[in-house]
């Protein structure tokens, strides 16, 4: 069987082989979550920071960790995070941070996807 061939289902059955499987269901299924978490990260930020007004007990989540999740494969969420909840939009090192993230996330594997099936 060629390395390079792509499985793809059949059926039922085989879609849930794919899912679980696969590596690129595995793959899929962790870029769903991780956007998921990432943009309920960055809503449940917001809501803090509208509440800390009023109240001073609570904990708001650290930038840092906003970026780790982008890093971590969340730049989709995270946009989505920024434009929906309107948050982090004035901050600079977001607005840029944020897309050059994703399009690292983009561009790096395709790069190496061009390396290894057209250079080498």
């Known amino acids: 069987m060629d390395a390079k ?3 793809l289902p059949e059926a039922h059955n085989d879609f849930i082989w794919f ?3 696969s590596p690129w269901g595995l793959l899929a299924v962790w870029l769903v979550v991780i956007n998921l978490v990432t943009f309920l990260v960055f809503g449940l930020d917001k809501w803090k920071a509208k509440w800390k007004v009023t109240h001073e007990a609570t ?3 650290p930038e840092k960790t906003l ?3 982008a ?3 969340g730049s989709v ?3 989505l995070g920024m434009r ?3 948050h982090k939009t004035l901050h600079r090192s977001f607005r840029i941070g944020i897309p050059l993230i994703l399009l690292l996330q983009i561009l790096i594997p395709a790069g190496l996807s061009l390396y290894w099936n057209v250079i080498r």
Request: hydrophobic residues 60%.
């Open 59 to 61: 904990r708001r989540v």
């Open 19 to 21: 899912i679980t499987g």
């Open 67 to 69: 970026f780790l999740l």
């Open 71 to 73: 890093a971590l494969g």
């Open 77 to 79: 969420g995270a946009l």
């Open 5 to 7: 061939a792509l499985y």
């Open 84 to 86: 929906v909840w309107h």
